[in-house]
């Protein structure tokens, strides 16, 4: 039971570029989020979804997309990388119950 | 607006008692989470409250006024190991996602 796995776990860009994060959960869970994190700072939240199908915007949400296929996996698309993309991105999801978060381990992405 | 406030870093000694505040906005108020988050790593949950009053669990306590949009994280007989960031969250009515303060960097020193 392996929890949220987030691939990669480090990438370096160059501005322009494209490229997906993945997010993959194992305990079936229907809330899934993808939270970055600046240096310093709090998170703040780009996309989230309430199960296979359905993805609604947070806070910070321009330069990004989703998609929600499947119960298990919610990958995080950047067109058009840009410097200010560069974060910690974190996926999370949360049971029905209080709406604790279990986060993966994080992806660090660099735009240069 | 789900403005959160608490301090950005704060030091301590080993084995004493620290307290760490977070005050917010009380519209919409569905909850308080409190995070742990070590250099590097992802947070991890250490309390949740919705009614007022403190939740006691080991070293650790929360504390909440849902009144005064306001909550605490106490931490007791502290050791190097909780040099850390601490992550106050809170819960929003109709809507799932959390909604994160800044953080507060802890520092114990010997």
């Known amino acids: 039971n392996a929890g949220v796995t987030q691939t990669p776990k480090f990438r370096i860009l160059k501005i322009g570029q494209s490229m997906t994060l993945q997010c993959t959960q194992d305990?079936?869970?229907?809330?899934m989020y993808w939270y970055r994190q600046d240096p310093g700072m709090g998170l703040k939240l780009i996309y989230y979804?309430?199960?296979?199908?359905?993805?609604d915007k947070g806070e910070v949400p321009n330069g990004y997309n989703v998609s929600r296929s499947t119960t298990e996996d919610f990958p995080l698309r950047l067109e058009l990388a840009a410097p200010s993309q560069t974060s910690v991105y974190f996926c999370?999801?949360?049971?029905?119950?209080?709406?604790?978060?279990?986060f993966g381990e994080g992806s660090r992405l660099t735009v240069l | 607006g789900q403005n959160i406030d608490q301090p950005t870093e704060m030091t301590a000694t080993e084995g004493a008692i620290v307290q760490i505040n977070c005050t917010y906005q009380?519209?919409?108020?569905?909850?308080l989470f409190w995070y742990q988050q070590h250099a590097g790593e992802a947070p991890t949950f250490l309390s949740y409250?919705?009614?007022?009053g403190l939740e006691e669990k080991g070293r650790f306590s929360s504390f909440l006024s849902r009144s005064k949009g306001y909550s605490y994280l106490l931490l007791k007989e502290l050791q190097m190991k909780d040099s850390a960031s601490y992550l106050c969250?809170?819960?929003?009515?109709?809507?799932?996602?959390?909604?994160f303060g800044s953080g507060t960097r802890l520092q114990v020193q010997p």
């Open positions: 999370a999801i949360s049971s029905v119950g209080t709406g604790e978060l279990f």
């Open positions: 305990m079936n869970h229907n809330y």
């Open positions: 979804s309430v199960g296979a199908g359905i993805t």
């Open positions: 009380t519209s919409g108020f569905n909850g």
């Open positions: 409250n919705v009614l007022d």
């Open positions: 969250a809170r819960a929003n009515t109709g809507r799932r996602a959390l909604t």
